[in-house]
């Protein structure tokens, strides 16, 4: 048998593809739903960043910000998933699902750098909006929520897509916490035939096609977001 | 209806008011002038305290809005020094919230800055239903209303960014006007616009004129002053320099800066 009836073979008749279902789907679980929560916590994060900072509680959320996306900014995501599952979570005595656990490190991760990409993106909305939207008598959260934020997150999809790019990728350490991705079973396949080269291959061009339906779909949402600023 | 009591703003270690004070009545038009950089957009902006003054305070309807400044009162101080308790107290007694305080006073920007993100309807509409003032059909017959008399209805699902200045403008003051405000306040509205756009934004306010809203305006449009203001006010070196009613204003001005001033513009 070559290389190629090693690999069909594995893949089909002994249902590896099966596996490599469940891997995709590991995968795009945790890179879109580590996004959603990256860009909850991204939005606090940076409205707690930008809000002006005239009480002591201001100044503490500036300050719990900055240590959080200094940790998270600060130390590989291969050690925050191990924290988190063989440290941080026992100590903790919490029993959840290792994807779920696999979710929410990526999530915990991602809210760092959206942070900083939601504050630029705030900072680029005209301060005029926020006058507006205060001196119609809006709060400022009512303000942040309505004017400003949909704004910012309008001028920074081009570069959230790039974060979430950047996320999608990163997902290939979770076998680290014995979570199957996309990598892990196709590793799973190249191990248990000693055939590297062609499922390797197969995974790198997953991903490629992976990132290239991503970046489409930030396109077709950039443009439906342009909506508003068409002549 | 509105009082500002000596304030004092400083920009950047540049003192813009220094010690103002004015007092707008119920129904008046006051229209503010000055030279530029003389502190009369400062004021207007203490007005709704999108501007805190570093001392002094602003009175909407006879509440207190800004910040107490203790050196004001009688027994807000203890020994030369403000005197916490008293201070809390007195807030507690006399303060409005600014955010309510807002809803009663419109204000129109000279750069219209209308939500980019929002239709014009929902621009319209945003506020009064979002503060719970009317229901969303309430508010959607309302700006429909406001649409209509100034001719836009047309453009209640575009966005912003296809209008014109004027129209941008209009649309400014009616959503201000949406939220049926007690005051308005127009910090120069028509200096961001083209010439032959001037035109319609002056006449919705002659239009608010008539009706008897009260109204705060800062303007370089002198003729547009002498016609509609009540009372012209000049600001110059971050004090109130002159003020009378426009005929005696204009034509027997008696501050010099004011007759310098004057001579320049007209």
Known sequence: MNAWQIFYRQLVELEGYKNILVGLQNTALIAVFGLLIGLVIGCLLAVCKIIPRNGWITKLLSAVTDVYVAVFRGTPMVVQLLLIHYVIFPALGLHIPILTEAILAFGLNSGAYVSEIMRGGILSVDAGQTEAGRALGLNYGQTMLKIVLPQAIKNVVPTLGNEFIALLKETSVVSFITVVDITKSLQNIANSTYEYIIPYIVLALIYLVLVLAVTGIIKLIERRLRASDRR | ?266
């Open chain 2, 1 to 266: 209806m509105i009082d500002v009591k000596n304030v004092y703003k400083t920009f950047e270690e540049q003192p813009i008011l220094c010690g103002i004070n004015c007092h707008i009545r119920p129904g008046e038009r006051v229209v503010i002038i000055g030279p530029s950089g003389s502190g009369k957009s400062t004021l207007l902006r203490c007005m709704n305290l999108m501007v805190t003054p570093d001392r002094g305070e602003i009175y909407m309807d006879g509440k207190l809005i800004s910040p107490v400044d203790p050196t004001l009162h009688n027994g807000l101080t203890r020994n030369g020094k403000p005197d916490r308790r008293a201070i809390r107290n007195y807030e507690k007694d006399n303060r409005l919230d600014i955010n309510l305080a807002r809803q009663d006073m419109g204000m129109v920007f000279q750069h219209f800055n209308l939500f980019n993100n929002l239709t014009v309807l929902e621009n319209l509409m945003l506020a009064p239903v979002q503060l719970k003032l009317m229901t969303k059909e309430e508010a959607r017959a309302k700006a429909v209303e406001l649409l209509e008399r100034i001719g836009l209805a047309d453009k209640a699902d575009v966005y912003p960014s296809t209008l014109s200045g004027g129209q941008k403008q209009r649309i400014a003051i009616i959503r201000a006007l949406a939220m049926n405000p007690k005051v308005m306040l127009f910090d120069e509205p028509t200096s961001a616009l083209d010439p032959e756009m001037v035109g319609e934004v002056l006449d919705l306010m002659k239009e608010l004129a008539d009706d008897g809203m009260t109204m705060v305006i800062v303007t370089h449009e002198m003729g547009f002053a002498r016609e509609i203001a009540d009372r012209v006010l000049f600001v110059c070196d971050g004090v109130v320099k002159e003020e009378a009613p426009p005929e005696e204003f204009f034509s027997n001005p008696k501050d010099p800066r004011l007759v310098q001033f004057l001579q320049k513009v007209l």
